[in-house]
């Protein structure tokens, strides 16, 4: 429509090293949409993060959405399995 908008966003986390290998972490984000500021989304997200190695962890997070989108409201939750690993060098720090 050629109009400016003036949207943002941000978020905070923060994460809590209770075990060796064991970690919990909670976050919260705030977006506004770029073609429409008066659109946004709130998540709350909190999870547990395993290290198995000084290669490689193992992260489940739960995340809960709401707000308003181009399509209507937004209320959806959802579960998230990330595993990272690294292949190559090892890391240029000590574990």
Request: no cysteine; proline share 2%; aromatic share 18%.
């Amino acid at each position: 429509s050629g109009k400016t908008v003036d949207a943002y966003g941000w978020y905070t986390a923060l994460e809590y090293q209770f075990e060796r290998r064991w970690s919990a972490f909670g976050r919260y984000d705030y977006a506004q949409f770029p073609d429409d500021s008066d659109l946004h989304e709130n998540s709350v997200s909190a999870g547990l993060t395993f290290r198995q190695s000084e290669f490689m962890f193992w992260r489940l997070q739960v995340q809960h959405t709401t707000g308003e989108n181009f399509a209507g409201g937004v209320d959806r939750n959802q579960i998230f399995l990330q595993a990272d690993f690294l292949i190559g060098q090892h890391p240029a720090h000590t574990y």
